[in-house]
């Protein structure tokens, strides 16, 4: 069996002996899920307790064994152990090491990063892949609008830290306290800690909220544009392959299994 044919193995694309091992994986990455959030009841019996302590153990053991097992057979095993889905794959098993560690109680809060399993789910999917392709594509237009974002929450604290201030001295305390009022507005979620009280801060508080929208909305539609154009050149290559007679699957599969 070659490495290639491992990879396929691990990430679906490939039964292994009539189980397809990327589903299993999955549903054991949502059943971990569940886990950890059961664990945190602190009524739980302690029988149940102790099945979900196994069950952990069994989930450190199969990750740590596909984590190795990627590792051995990548071709650069470095380039993968730095990659980003390298680091969630070790992530996904290292901190449940705490678990077995007694004099590691003082790191046992690092235990939710095996949450880092959830990403695996995306692992091999085509959505996430045009996603990734998607935000490549407009990633300069993003860091600009960004910094446009950032000068606007600036600029908003300054603003309404000059209308609230004086009525309001020990909400408004400052612009860096202003900040969080900003950031809130701006999100469009309002959680009422910090609201204004004067005229001229509702009005300003208005035009933020305005422009609040378009910073949630123009990011989207940017996005939205590039993950069209890239379905649209997909669909251009597949259809080009496909007159040309090429295999696509094989092409897909390719490019699915390359970033190892």
């Not at 070659?2 to 002996?17: N, R, S, W, Y």
Request: charged content about 15%.
């Amino acid at each position: 069996m070659t490495k290639a044919e491992i990879h396929d193995i691990l990430d679906g694309h490939t039964p292994f002996a009539g189980v397809n091992v990327g589903r299993v994986m999955d549903v054991l990455i949502l059943l971990s899920a569940i886990a950890i959030a059961l664990e945190t009841m602190p009524e739980l019996p302690a029988q149940l307790r102790g099945l979900l302590f196994k069950f952990e153990l069994a989930l450190l053991i199969i990750f740590a064994a596909e984590y190795v097992l990627r590792l051995a057979t990548a071709p650069r095993p470095a380039r993968y152990a730095f990659s980003f889905w390298g680091i969630v794959d070790f992530l996904s098993f290292a901190p449940a090491i705490a678990f077995l560690t007694p004099q590691w109680q003082v790191v046992r809060a690092f235990r939710l990063l095996r949450l880092v399993r959830l990403l695996k789910l995306f692992r091999g999917s085509h959505a996430m892949e045009r996603l990734v392709v998607a935000f490549r594509q407009v990633r300069g237009e993003l860091a600009i609008f960004g910094v446009i974002a950032g000068l606007m929450l600036y600029v908003s604290a300054v603003g309404i830290y000059i209308f609230e201030h004086d009525a309001q001295p020990e909400v408004f305390s400052s612009i860096p306290n202003s900040l969080w009022w900003a950031v809130a507005s701006f999100t469009t979620v309002g959680y009422g800690d910090m609201f204004p009280i004067t005229p001229g801060g509702r009005i300003f508080t208005t035009f933020v909220l305005f422009i609040g929208l378009g910073v949630i909305a123009v990011p989207s539609a940017i996005v939205t544009t590039a993950l069209l154009e890239s379905e649209t050149n997909i669909q251009r290559r597949i259809r080009e392959a496909r007159e040309n007679g090429e295999d696509t699957n094989n092409n897909e599969t390719a490019q699915n299994t390359k970033g190892d």
